[in-house]
């Protein structure tokens, strides 16, 4: 519990340290620091499941290198990271797990690691480089936010539900070795595989020849079952035995149980050669993966350059492209600026010669008028020349009248012939300036003369009559 004290002292006075770690342990981890750890057992047992259930390669070498999954997650969950992961990593796991309430994020972040860290561990071929992988690897997450991600959003089959199942499961196996252990009796250890049943008997041999008859052959039927599973290509044990070809040893062993231990030690010499075979061909696909990696990433790398170079490329027109529309922008403006100006001359032009129209047409309505008026005065003037031919032969006529004896009257007024001889030098030169000045007088004949010759024409009929 040291390192939650150590935790919880840096984030918070004393008095409030200490009542945060009583609260944290009744709550959150109740039973797991308790003197025979049993919940943290169990939590081992749930967290070995889990891994062999995701990862069956990599709890398959950690069998074959004689390891259980407990001696390197067993630290993790008992310090809950604090001296695994570095320090904002830990902090991260540790907002998730005060936030969620539970231990969930303890499991979800531990089978992140194995992730993370799996296929690295399954290239080392001793117990100590694993662990020692592990621990420098772990020690190294300095992505939190990635950790956090892969645990969270990787694992969410992993829920407290789940949790509480798998402990029922494993609790009353745990509860059974601790009353036993507590009694002082033979305590049965928990089944492993066989990988490291037989790493167990390779350094040990005398510890099968300590178990009892019924155990040693249930564990030879056990073994043969699993031998029998590896190789379901053989027919029987036999002849998996005599594919060993052992005959002429087993003659040279004096007794049946050295026969069985020398037996046990060559089928464990062949399961660890078939295994290592096994590893060395997982270690050439691995190998081969990387080579198919690295060729794609050649590949890939190659097309990523290439794909810059049309970018770049296209980039490039496409500034060019930008400068022509540019360019073109411009020229436009100005077309349309030209354009405005012969608009503007166009609408100014039309306006003038509109302006033009209607002067044109006023003038052409006066002309018309004028003409109108000529055309009035011309008849009026033929009008007056013909009154005046007729005064002048009027005239003409009364002076020859007079001059003949008998038209002479010697009770007719003295003034009439002066007044018929005014009258016609009257007419004679109206008519005479009427000739010289015929273009300037051609309105004063409508507005003076007219009514003057009117009424002297009147005049003049009046005295014919």
């Not at 109206?430 to 003076?448: Q, Y």
Request: proline share 4%; with cysteine.
């Amino acid at each position: 519990m040291n390192f939650f004290a150590g935790i919880l002292l840096l984030m918070m006075p004393e008095e409030n340290a200490f009542w945060a770690l009583v609260g944290l342990i009744d709550e959150y981890f109740d039973g797991c620091y308790s003197q025979e750890m049993i919940e943290s057992q169990v939590d081992q047992l749930v967290f070995e499941e889990l891994v062999r259930e995701r990862f069956p390669k990599l709890v398959n070498h950690l069998d074959y290198l004689g390891m259980q999954v407990a001696w390197i997650s067993g630290p993790w969950f008992l310090s809950i990271f604090v001296n695994v992961l570095p320090w904002e990593s830990v902090l991260r796991v540790w907002d998730v797990l005060l936030f969620e309430g539970n231990r969930v994020m303890l499991f979800r972040t531990a089978l992140a690691l194995m992730e993370l860290y799996g296929p690295a561990v399954v290239t080392t071929k001793d117990a100590g480089d694993a662990i020692t992988l592990f621990q420098s690897l772990t020690g190294s997450t300095f992505d939190s936010s990635q950790l956090v991600l892969t645990a969270c959003m990787g694992f969410l089959n992993v829920t407290e539900d789940r949790l509480l199942a798998l402990r029922e499961k494993h609790r009353p196996a745990v509860l059974a070795v601790t009353q036993e252990r507590s009694k002082g009796g033979p305590v049965k250890k928990d089944p492993k595989g066989l990988a490291s049943k037989l790493y167990s008997f390779k350094h040990d041999p005398d510890s099968f020849m300590k178990e009892t008859k019924p155990e040693e052959c249930s564990g030879v039927k056990k073994t043969d079952n699993k031998i029998s599973d590896s190789n379901s290509n053989s027919a029987s044990m036999d002849e998996f035995l005599n594919s060993l070809n052992i005959d002429s040893h087993m003659d040279s062993l004096p007794g049946l149980q050295e026969q069985v231990v020398w037996l046990k030690v060559e089928l464990c010499r062949t399961l660890e050669d078939k295994r290592a075979a096994t590893l060395r061909a997982e270690e050439l696909e691995t190998a081969l993966m990387e080579m198919v990696k690295e060729d794609n990433r050649r590949q890939l790398s190659a097309r990523v350059e290439q794909l810059e170079q049309e970018v770049a490329d296209l980039r490039h027109t496409l500034n060019d492209k930008k400068e022509q529309e540019k360019a073109m922008l411009e020229v436009l403006m100005r077309v349309e600026q030209e354009q405005k100006v012969t608009e503007d001359a166009r609408i100014a032009a039309e306006q003038d010669v509109a302006a033009q129209k209607y002067a044109v047409h006023v003038l052409q309505e006066k002309y018309e008028k004028a003409m109108a008026s000529v055309a009035q005065m011309e008849k009026r003037v033929v009008m007056a020349e013909s009154m005046l031919e007729a005064t002048l032969q009027y005239e003409s006529g009364q002076v020859k009248a007079l001059s003949s004896p008998r038209s002479t009257r010697p009770d007719s007024p003295q003034g009439a012939p002066a007044k018929r001889t005014g009258l016609l030098s009257f007419g004679l030169g109206w008519h005479d300036r009427n000739k010289a000045k015929p273009s300037n007088l051609n309105e004063m004949k409508s507005a003076n003369e007219g009514p003057e010759m009117s009424s002297t024409a009147t005049e003049a009929i009046g005295q014919q009559e």
